[in-house]
């Protein structure tokens, strides 16, 4: 136990705390423990493994705090908690950090350069992309290495600050050998089992990053567009067919023209064919039910791709593909086999090698020259897809990629996944609907290659043909044995060395996982799935899946989908999903918008306790502003932490008696009122609801603190008093209960006042129960009401609240009169009252008080 100090304070709790609770392993996961208790006594978090690239932000600590708190009040419960945590260490954010640090750019043709000294460390962000270093793939990978492990050390340290309760020596990076391991092994097994699959297709890809980009990843941005209207020339000369489009630069790409089949307008065309303006190429007039017949004029150009909907046309009316946009953002040189005429493989070249923007302004004025171009609408804004991550619109090309079947075209998963989820219990249950709205919307199978660097290697290789090329029908897979893996470097059994990329050898996959292919592992990582069986059974599935709300359609819904297609069950019990932090106007903060705040001051400058008070204050799915020139809430909570050690070292001034009984109604009454805030608070925590236990117990607190504490404060003194001992005992009593209630959310001030009474830490201390005892809570509400009518007569009569009186009249409903009574005594003796009368009224009221005359001196 520690001694108590003279002036208890909240500053160097946080350092204090944190080495002890590392020192004696406070929350380690005891394996001994969980196997005694079986499965029944473990309680274990998937904990959302935070992408260590660049720095933290509130909303990490916001909702961080929600899960550290269910943690907590699990330990105390008496389960065995298993609370790992992850780094998310690989992937395009960490590679464009890479990049602007350093001033690097990596080209993988270029060879290893053991000694390479990067130009710049922290201030490349302005380097335009030309004047980054170039670097080989390895000389790549290490830098990423060494930037994400000081990453990593810096959120810890944040993380260890704010009191994150988990066991530090149950972590992993998502790049480590282990990691990978068990990366690939899934993958293969997903191949195995026909789930994963390769396949050349239209795919969604971001020109600056050089990659594929799933579904889950898409987002709308408004950009400004203007409607093309173009002329295309009907093939048997009678006229002219109008569309209008905002593509013009795909003309070249054009496979067919589409109206809604029941407009009479163009059903005449249905079946016969166009020429494209200045390419002079043939084609198709169809009917798709897609068409918009009030959109433009009610026409569309298919080109392959302008957009989504031009995929879904491609492929339900079985066009060709004439792809002119490469993966670098630019017009291909080589011109479609379709464009035959002179003219129009003369036009093509005036495109071929410039960027969308410049290939639009030129095809514009080639159309414009041909006469096609009949006219040019104001611009507009509208909805395009871009890569949440990245800076330019997507753009659609044909690529080879590997897909996992998602039930976008698999009726049968799709029903599985849906009924999983309603096997999670959701917190708040209206979750559930996004998740469910995101599997029945989803419209092609998850894409997870990716076309970078710093990832887990995709484990295959390719045979090769006589000609030296692949054959994508001559998958090689290494054993499970072998893993982990770098096909660029090792070599697949029954070759040698000397058989890379040449005829009849074999060539290296040279894309890497996705990094949610990876992160939706994230049970199996710490779980010890395909690792450590033993501890795999004790810990799956996982009690509970924390997360944010965006994430739903890409971390949750992955993660359920690899559990559905390897266990056929659920990852967890429970989805407990934390809202936005919104800034004062209302607004999501995030790194894209400029609006986030960095943790580190906020819990420099009010203190770690403050800042979980105000995280645990606000129910999951519930948006949080945050105003970091009016943190109100933080406030509020620094005043309580400091009220739990000044309370604390009062209470403990006071001491108890050998054999010490409750024996006064008073002290009866707070207890039984301090029994139904246990139950309360139990009942709000076992449902998830932290916010509510918080606000139950935080108010009990206080009125223990301003009215029970200040009505027996004397009793407590006086050891003469027959009432001394019940009044210690209750004080203690209640101390004790309250500071485990509050331990949870504010976690090193109770942590410090409890250590002053107590051996061991509050947080493996046992949850409250109530005590059961007799006692009226009325006792106690009477007496606070008398009390506040006894400051306020004072207070109005403009006299100090040490005054002492002669004689006061306290009127109360007969039904409140016998509480009272009980009360009497220490109502004199904190109102220094001679003589105390109760009557009958309405209300409790001080009906009357006489101030005793001051002392002559």
Known sequence: MSAIPDKPALEGLEAKWDGVWAEQGTYLFDRLRAAELGRAGVYSIDTPPPTASGSLHIGHVFSYTHTDVKARYERMRGKAVFYPIGWDDNGLPTERRVQNYYGVRCDPSLPYDADFVPPFHGDAKSLKAADQVPVSRRNFIELCETLTVEDEKQFEDVFRQMGLSVDWTQTYRTISDETIRQSQLGFLRNVERGEAYQALAPTLWDVDFRSAIAQAELEDRDQQASYHRLAFPKSDGSGDVEIETTRPELLAACVALVAHPDDERYQPYFGKTVRTPVFDVEVPVRAHHLAQQDKGSGIAMVCTFGDVTDIVWWRELDLPNRTILGQDGRVIAEAPDAITSEAGRAAYAELAGKTVFSARKQMVELLDAAGALLGVSAPFNHAVKFFEKGDRPLEIVSTR??????????????????????????????????????????????????????????????????????????????????????????????YTADQRGVPGGFEAEVDILDTWATSSLTPQLAGGWQRDEELWSLVAPFDVRPQGQDIIRTWLFSTMLRSTLEDARAPWAH???????????????????????????????????????????????????????????????????????????????????????????????????????????????????????????????????????????????????????????????????????????????????????????????????????????????????????????????????????????????????????????????????????????????????????????
């Not at 739990?644 to 001034?653: D, R």
Request: charged letters at 25%; proline letters at 5%; hydrophobic letters at 45%.
């Open 401 to 494: 990629q590997w897909y996992i079947r998602n039930g976008a075209r698999d009726e049968d998963l799709r029903d599985q996944l849906i009924a999983n989820g309603r096997e999670l219990t959701w917190h708040p249950d209206f979750m559930r609907v996004r998740y469910e709205n995101w599997v029945g919307g989803l419209t092609g199978d998850w894409l997870i290659s990716r076309q970078r660097f710093f990832g887990v290697p995709i484990p295959v290789w390719y045979g090769l043909d006589e000609n030296g090329e692949r054959d994508f029908d001559r998958v090689i897979l290494p054993d499970a044995a072998s893993l982990p893996i770098d096909p660029t470097i090792d070599v697949p059994a029954g």
């Open 575 to 857: 989805a407990s999903v934390s809202g936005f932090i919104v800034d004062p106007d209302r607004k999501k903060m995030s790194k894209s918008k400029g609006n986030v705040v960095t943790p580190a001051d906020i819990l420099d400058k009010h203190g770690s306790d403050a800042v979980r008070y105000w995280a645990a204050s606000s129910r999951l799915g519930v948006d949080a502003a945050f105003d970091p020139q009016n943190p109100t809430q933080m406030k509020i909570g620094r005043r309580l932490a400091i009220k739990i050690l000044n309370a604390a070292k009062f209470v403990l001034s006071f001491p108890v008696p050998e054999g010490a009984e409750i024996t006064h109604d008073l002290d009866a009454s707070m207890l039984a009122a301090l029994d139904v805030v246990v139950r309360e608070a139990t009942t709000a925590f076992d449902a998830f609801d932290h916010a509510r236990a918080l606000e139950v117990t935080e108010a009990f607190f206080w009125t223990f603190c301003d009215d029970y504490l200040e009505l027996v404060k004397e009793r407590a003194y006086n050891q003469a008093d027959v009432g001394q001992p019940s009044a210690a005992l209750a004080l203690r009593i209640a101390l004790s209960t309250l500071l485990r209630l509050l331990a949870p959310v504010v976690s090193f001030a109770t942590e410090e006042a409890w250590s002053w009474f107590e051996e061991g830490s509050i947080h493996t201390s046992a949850w409250p129960e109530p005590a059961e005892r007799a006692g009226d809570a009325a006792v106690l509400s009477a007496a606070s009401a008398a009390l506040i009518g006894i400051r306020r007569a004072k207070t109005e009569a403009k006299a100090s609240q040490k005054t002492p009186v002669a004689r006061a009249v306290i009127a109360a409903p007969a039904t409140h009169l016998a509480a009272l009574r009980a009360a009497a005594g220490d109502l004199q003796a904190v109102g220094r009252i001679a003589e105390l009368d109760l009557v009958e009224g309405e209300e409790i009221a001080v009906t009357e008080i006489e101030l005793a005359p001051a002392e002559e001196s």
